[in-house]
C-alpha cells in the first residue's frame, strides 16, 4: 500500500513537471523561436502556448538587458533604445571628435533575428560605428556641427537597409553630442566672439548712419520750414504794407477832394495841403532842441504863396 501510494505520488509529479515544460506562457510584445531536436520548428506567440518537452526547446539568443550582453530565449518585439559609448571620428579636414549616438530599432522578423546574425546587438553596434565614421570622414567640421540631422537621416537609412536582413527595424538615429578637441573648441569661441564683435561694430555704424541721416533730414526739413515762414511773412508784410499805402492814398484823395469842396476850384488845395506841412513842420522845429536843428527853406517865395493862399482862404471864408 505504502509502495503504491509513493508510485502515484511519484507519478503525480512527473506529470507535474511534464505538465510545467510542456505549458509556456508568452507575455504580449514577446515571443520565442521553439526548435525540436535542434531544428527550427515554431515561433510562438504571446499567450498559452504547449511544447513536447524534452523534444522541444527554445532557442536561446544574444539580446540587450539594460546596455549590457546577455543570453536569453524571450524576444523582445517592442522598440529599443541602444545608448551606443562614445566613439572617436576623423572629419574630412582632419579633426577628431567624440561622438555619442542613440539608436532605436525593432525586431520585426525573430527568424531572421536568431539565424541570419550571431549576436544582433554588437552587430548593430559594430555597423553604427562604421558607418557613422564613413559618414563624418566625408564631411568638414563645419558641417558637421551643423548637420546633425542629415547625420541622422544618412545613418538610418544605412541602417535600416542594412540591417533589413536580421529581420531589425531602424526607427530613428540621434546624435547625443558631439565633443571637438579643446583646442578646436576655444578657436571656435574666439570666432564666435570675432564674429559678435563685427556684428556689433556693424550695428553700431548702422545706428550713426541711421541718426545722420535722420538729423540731416530734421535740418533740412526745419530749414524748409523757416524758408517757407519767412516767405509767408514776406508776403504777409508787404500785403500789409501795400493796403496800408492804398489806405493812406484813398484816405489823402478823400482829403483833397474834402478840401477842394471846402476851398472851391478858385483856390489849389495841394497849396493848402502843402502850407500845412510847413506849418506842421515849424511847430515841430519850435517844439525840438534848437541848438542842433537849422531850417533853411528851399524856396521862400514858395512858402509864403502857400501861408498866402491859406490867408486868403480864411479871409473867403
Not at 23 to 45: A, V
Not at 72 to 89: A, C, G, H, K, M
Not at 160 to 180: C, F, H, M, S, Y
Request: aromatic fraction near 6%.
Amino acid at each position: 500500500m505504502d509502495i503504491t501510494l509513493y508510485f502515484f505520488l511519484a507519478l503525480a509529479l512527473v506529470a507535474i513537471l511534464i505538465v510545467k515544460k510542456a505549458l509556456i506562457i508568452i507575455p504580449q510584445s514577446e515571443t520565442k523561436i521553439i526548435e525540436r531536436l535542434g531544428r527550427y520548428y515554431d515561433t510562438l506567440g504571446a499567450g498559452v502556448n504547449f511544447i513536447i518537452p524534452f523534444i522541444d526547446s527554445a532557442k536561446t539568443i544574444v539580446v540587450l538587458n539594460h546596455g549590457r550582453y546577455s543570453y536569453s530565449s524571450t524576444i523582445d518585439l517592442r522598440e529599443q533604445v541602444y545608448d551606443f559609448p562614445s566613439q572617436n571620428v576623423i572629419t574630412k579636414d582632419n579633426i577628431q571628435m567624440e561622438i555619442n549616438a542613440l539608436l532605436y530599432f525593432q525586431i520585426m522578423d525573430p527568424y531572421k533575428a536568431a539565424y541570419e546574425i550571431n549576436n544582433l546587438p554588437n552587430a548593430i553596434e559594430k555597423l553604427t560605428q562604421t558607418t557613422l565614421r564613413n559618414i563624418i570622414g566625408e564631411m568638414e567640421l563645419d558641417e558637421t556641427l551643423t548637420s546633425r540631422d542629415t547625420i541622422n537621416t544618412k545613418l538610418r537609412l544605412v541602417l535600416d537597409d542594412a540591417t533589413d536582413k536580421w529581420g531589425v527595424k531602424v526607427n530613428r538615429v540621434e546624435l547625443q553630442d558631439i565633443t571637438p578637441p579643446s583646442s578646436v573648441l576655444t578657436a571656435m569661441e574666439k570666432q564666435m566672439q570675432a564674429e559678435r564683435n563685427k556684428r556689433a561694430q556693424i550695428l553700431t555704424s548702422e545706428g550713426e548712419k541711421a541718426a545722420e541721416i535722420l538729423a540731416s533730414e530734421g535740418e533740412k526739413t526745419a530749414m524748409i520750414n523757416r524758408a517757407e515762414a519767412a516767405k509767408q511773412q514776406a508776403i504777409l508784410t508787404a500785403e500789409g504794407e501795400a493796403q496800408a499805402r492804398i489806405r493812406k492814398a484813398e484816405a489823402e484823395a478823400q482829403a483833397i477832394e474834402l478840401i477842394t469842396q471846402a476851398v472851391g476850384k478858385s483856390s489849389n488845395p495841394a497849396n493848402y495841403l502843402l502850407a500845412q506841412k510847413y506849418i506842421q513842420m515849424l511847430q515841430e522845429l519850435a517844439t525840438g532842441d534848437k541848438t542842433k536843428t537849422v531850417y533853411l527853406p528851399y524856396e521862400a517865395t514858395n512858402l509864403m504863396g502857400s501861408i498866402g493862399g491859406i490867408k486868403d482862404l480864411f479871409k473867403s471864408e
